[in-house]
């Protein structure tokens, strides 16, 4: 009788789920682990919506424990700390860990390099930091918001701006739902003459126009140099602001660094078309994780790593069954901009580039995909 395959996932986001869901409808019998601190997931698209009071916290996070039950997955709640032995053997926090086949899916890390980043709030870090954007907008009585995003100059597409547009018009769109727009000044700042370039130039043009219509300054161009307390310093001038929230760049774990993992440029695993990590058998990444080929707006994003994911499940079953592995992926870049009230959709492959205008349905729409998203784990 063969044994079955051990399998080890490393986290417990999208691509992370994504890869237990396909592995199992694919193979019923795999003894799958989980490792990741918490039998949780947190739904960070939906973080924009917690200043204005549409979501709550507990809104947002799903306990996974149901969830690993039905699909028969043992979870290991620890950090990890390194690997060995070509990634047979996971440190933990929790102990070793030993398997048969690997799937990193651990996320990105932002990178902390800009002096005096600490008078910034990173909004994606997690519900804490949209909480704490909550309630200082809530004890705000006016003033001046500063909002932006950078890339890792090493990774171009290792960067998330969706949200910060999305918190931007969602700011602008809470403040005038409360009588008080007119007190605050709105900027939105970014190194690039075209930021969010990776959405299409059409939905670039569309994202300026939507700022100029609703009264939102631009600081475009111009490197950042630092934050300081109350300012945003960049090579083309000051801006004065009460409030900055502000997203870098990503880049890999801290953990890489303990492993031999090879990276890329900005920091994270180079795999290759397969989803494999190069140089290492039976090892496989999803999502922000991995430095993946690919067009330069291929987007770091909830959708991307479940492409990932299905792929990277094929390949490692078919892998430990002696067969080639052929799975591949197509990038798609697929995302609503909400506004609080309405929602650009945005649809990029390698064929065409889609995008629609700002439309109360696409809002609707997010907030529906969302309880279809969760239901599954719940």
Known sequence: MTQAARITILGAGFGALATVRELRRRDAGAQITVVSPRPELHY??????IPSGLRRREDLIVPLGPFFERMGVR????????????????????????????????????????????????PCEGIAAAELIRDRLAAM???????????NPQEP??????????????????LRREGRRERFQLVFFNPSQEPGARLG????????????????ATHLGHKMLRFEPGKVVTEGGEIA???????????????????TLPRSPGGLLRADAQCRIEG?????????????PGPEWAPKQAHMAELHAKAAAANLLDALA???????????????????SHGTLVLRSPQRTLVLPPLRLMHWAKRRFEARYLGQYR
């Open 322 to 340: 002696g067969r080639p592995e052929q799975a591949g992926f197509v990038p798609q870049l697929a995302c609503i901009i909400d506004s609080g």
């Open 280 to 292: 290492w058998q039976h090892c496989y990444v999803v999502g922000d994780s991995g430095s993946f």
């Open 75 to 122: 979870h290991v709640a620890a950090e990890v700390t390194g690997l060995t032995d070509d990634g047979r053997s996971v440190h933990t926090t929790a102990g070793d860990i030993d398997n048969d086949a690997l799937v990193i899916a651990t996320g990105g890390r932002f990178l902390k390099k800009l002096p005096g980043i600490e008078n910034a709030i990173t």
């Open 241 to 259: 602001a009460d409030l900055i929230l502000f997203m870098p760049g990503m880049t890999g774990n801290a953990w890489f660094d303990a492993t």
């Open 44 to 49: 960070l698209p939906s973080i924009i919506w």
């Open 201 to 216: 130039a059409k939905t670039v043009q569309g994202l300026l126009a939507e700022m100029a219509r609703r009264g939102i």
């Open 141 to 151: 009585q006016g003033g001046t918001i500063a909002i932006g995003f950078a890339a």
């Open 157 to 174: 597409q290792a960067v998330r701006g969706g949200p910060m547009f999305e918190f931007l018009f969602g700011i602008d769109t809470q």
